[in-house]
Every structure is written in C-alpha cells, then in structure tokens.
C-alpha cells in the first residue's frame, strides 16, 4: 500500500529520501551531543534604576521560560522573561540566539527585546548580543554546571534615546534524574544596562534575578 501511494504521490517519495539523506548526513558524534531542553523558572528579581533623575530599587517576581535545540556543532536556544515589580514597574525580555560550538564552550549571536512598563514612563528597544557560554558535566552523578557572560548594543531605539548597552552574565546548575527526562536548576543571572537619553543624560539599570525551576531535557548529551 505505502509503494502504491509513493507512485501516486512522487513528491512524498522524494521527501522520504530527502529526508533519508539528511539523517545520514547527521555524524553520529552530532547526534550523540544533541539536547532538547524546556525549562520554567521563577524569578524572584531586584532592579536598580533611575526614574526621573533618582535612583531607586524595586522587587518582585518574574518568571522565564527558555527552549533549547542543539548538535554538537550547534542550535538554538530562545528565552522569555517577565517581571512584575512594585509601584506598578514591569520588566519584560525576550530573545533569540543561535548556538554555535560545542557545549564546553560555545558562541552565541542574536536578539534581545526589552520593554519597561510603568505609571510614568514606558520603552522598548532592540538589542544585538553576543557572547560565550560554556556547559560542562561535575562528575557522573548528572550534575551539570553553567557559565555564561554577554555583551549587547543597541539596534533599534526609541524616540528620546541616543545609546543603549548592556552587560549579561549567568551561571547555573542543573541536575536531570536519571530514569526521567526531568531536571531541577538553581542560578543567578545579572544583568547591566547602559542608555543615554537625548540631552546625554544617563539611565542606569542594573537587575538581579534568581533562577529557580526545572524542566524537560532529551538527548544523549542531557544524561550526561
């Protein structure tokens, strides 16, 4: 039956060898690195700022959900974050890297969007990033630590800012079961932000967000 119907449909016959020829084009040392990962955290968050022209710190809770897909030689890895902090300030984040390298030291380009909601003021803009991030195993018990550190300049900025940078800088660790795709991480992640209003008067952020949660993790390099 499924050779009458691959005569009937020849371009689900040319699919199936396209994607025969993709797989075994895969090296098995690939596919033995690969990961999927979903992880949910909460996020309790501090954040140092200045509204209007003096500095002040507001907290609450946030939360995060970042997707991972990787090889050996790479992937893709998305984040979304979110915070509601007091006297009405919200903070959220979402951005998009491409992976490239192994996981003991790989490099990441992409995007991040930020937005500051609150009673006063709100903004948007865009973010370039890069940095390194590296993975590595702590013993063979399925503990796994992170490190990473980004560096962001502004791409697209709104009406009455002239500049915009920032600093990232995480660390990490993750521990999966080991008869469950099911895994617990613990971290830290800062975050630093330079912007330079019209008028060059400055806007300093710095935030602190602690990462609590877990999530789903498959592939070979996971069970490590």
């Known amino acids: 039956m499924i050779a009458r ?7 689900l016959r040319r699919a199936s060898l396209a994607l025969a020829a993709l797989a075994g084009a895969v090296p098995a040392t690939a596919v033995a690195q690969a990961e999927f990962r979903v992880t949910a955290l909460s996020a309790p968050t501090v954040r140092n ?5 003096a500095a002040q710190q507001f907290t609450g809770t946030g939360g995060t959900v970042e997707v991972l ?5 790479g992937g893709l890895h998305v984040r979304s974050f979110g915070a509601d902090l007091d006297r009405g300030l919200g903070v959220a984040n979402l951005d998009a890297r ?25 903004s948007q803009y865009t973010l370039n990033r890069v940095g390194l991030r590296s993975t590595f195993p702590l013993g063979g018990s399925g503990l796994r630590g992170m490190i990473g550190a980004w560096s962001m300049q502004g791409a697209t900025l709104p ?3 002239r500049e915009a940078s920032g600093l990232e800088g995480e660390t990490a660790l993750l521990y999966r079961l080991r008869r469950l795709p099911v895994f617990v991480q613990v971290g830290y992640r800062a975050e630093s932000y330079a912007v ?7 806007a300093p952020e710095e935030m602190g967000v602690l990462t609590l949660g877990g999530g789903f993790s ?5 069970r490590r």
Not at 5 to 11: A, E, G, T
Not at 196 to 202: A, D, E, I, M, V
Not at 218 to 222: C, I, L, R, T, V
């Open 49 to 53: 700022g200045v509204v209007g022209t």
């Open 98 to 122: 491409v992976v490239l390298g192994p996981q003991w030291l790989s490099v990441e380009a992409g995007r991040t969007q930020r937005a500051l909601v609150g009673e006063l003021a709100s």
């Open 159 to 161: 009406t009455g800012v």
């Open 196 to 202: 330079t209003l019209n008028g060059n008067r400055s």
């Open 218 to 222: 498959f592939g070979p390099a996971a």
């Open 5 to 11: 119907r691959s005569r009937r449909m020849p371009w």
């Open 69 to 73: 897909a990787r090889f050996a030689f």
